[in-house]
Nanobody, 123 residues
Framework: QVQLVESGGGLVQPGGSLRLSCAAS????????MGWCRQAPGGERELVAT???????NYADSVKGRFTISRDNAKNTVYLQVNSLKPEDTAVYYC?????????????????WGQGTLVTVSS
């Protein structure tokens, strides 16, 4: 099977920065779009940023100019640099990716989600 594992979350003061990472593992052939979503306590999951395999990026208006998404295709990894953090950025951050992989019998293509990493912005 294939999985995504996030890391890099934690507690940070307002104005601080973090770098979130999300690595895909498994019998992967290729990864198309990758992205990050977040879900605040009591809130709905919302899109934060996406990046295509060619590097084209898209951001939610609330994070433009503060967050930067990037990827390393050789490492099957997507990153999210989060700067100038605000208390309202507190959320569980999830990565997702559209992945073509082998399950030893078939070639599969589906959207895969990570387990999430918690970012808490508080003084």
């Amino acid at each position: 099977q294939v999985q995504l594992v996030e890391s890099g979350g934690g507690l940070v003061q307002p104005g601080g920065s973090l770098r979130l990472s999300c690595a895909a593992s498994g019998r992967i052939f290729n990864i198309n779009d990758m992205g990050w979503c977040r879900q605040a306590p009591g809130g709905e999951r919302e899109l934060v940023a996406t990046i295509t395999s060619g590097g084209t990026t898209n951001y939610a208006d609330s994070v433009k100019g503060r967050f930067t998404i990037s990827r390393d295709n050789a490492k099957n990894t997507v990153y999210l640099q989060v700067n100038s953090l605000k208390p309202e950025d507190t959320a569980v951050y999830y990565c997702n990716a559209n992945i073509r992989y082998s399950n030893y019998t078939y070639i599969m293509y589906r959207e895969v989600w990570g387990q999430g990493t918690l970012v808490t912005v508080s003084s």
